[in-house]
């Protein structure tokens, strides 16, 4: 079976100071491997994606992961968080033979400080 | 259309009543996914359609659940007698057969 845990439930930090959200996966080979932001209310947008090659994967609203097969982790991270930032973070995966039967983790909410 | 777009956005049953959620998707998209978020949680898969077809319900917590997409456009998840437990967002998504989902705005469901 596959999984995804996200270790950080809640994470705090000041407007200006870099992120780092965590992301480990358990599924028997390489998955497909998503980030999506939730604000209050909202449906899911895609942060960026990793299928294959450069393990560095840049996204939307400055945001990028990087793809860590030896720690089964996909860690996003964004160099300098603005308050409008402050969301809900969520990390996918797929099988590569499910196309878009995605599995989640249960999310990190962020708050930005001013 | 420009996005998913689901309706309603909030309802509100009544323990027992019978509910039915609307999913259009993007225009040209193949594939539609049904997803269940409880509070605090993660999404989670209930069902998957190519066309018309329904490829996967495994995650269909019962067979109160119910989805159709009769002409492989539009699709409905219908739930019978809710329970409270029902309580969730319920999150369609669509794509044109790949593996990058675009997810609509959920519908909020609160059985009381």
């Known amino acids: 079976a596959q999984s995804v845990t996200q270790p950080d439930i809640h994470i705090t930090v000041s407007e200006g100071a870099s992120l780092e959200l965590r992301c480990n996966y358990s599924y028997g080979a390489t998955p497909y491997l998503f980030w999506y932001v939730q604000s209050p209310g909202q449906g899911l947008q895609l942060l960026l994606k990793y299928f294959s090659g450069d393990t560095l994967v840049q996204g939307i609203k400055g945001f990028e992961a990087e793809f860590k097969r030896s720690q089964s982790s996909f860690n996003l991270r964004k160099p300098s968080v603005h308050w409008s930032d402050a969301a809900e973070y969520f990390c996918a995966i797929q099988g590569s033979t499910n196309a878009g039967k995605s599995t989640f983790g249960d999310g990190t909410t962020l708050t930005v400080k001013p | 259309g420009a996005g998913v777009s689901q309706s309603p956005r909030y309802k509100v049953a009544k323990r027992g009543q019978d509910v039915a959620l609307r999913c259009d998707p993007i225009?040209?998209?193949?594939?539609l996914f049904w997803y269940q978020q409880a509070l605090g949680q993660g999404p989670e898969f209930l069902t998957y359609?190519?066309?018309?077809?329904?490829?996967?319900k495994s995650g269909l917590p019962s067979d109160r659940f119910f989805a159709e997409r009769p002409e492989g456009s539009v699709s409905t998840l219908k739930i019978q007698r809710t329970q409270q437990e029902d309580s969730a967002v319920y999150l369609c998504?669509?794509?044109?057969?790949?593996?990058?989902?675009?997810f609509g705005e959920g519908s909020w469901l609160t059985v009381v």
């Open positions: 359609f190519q066309n018309e077809a329904q490829l996967d």
């Open positions: 998504a669509s794509s044109f057969l790949g593996n990058t989902i675009y």
């Open positions: 225009s040209g998209h193949v594939s």
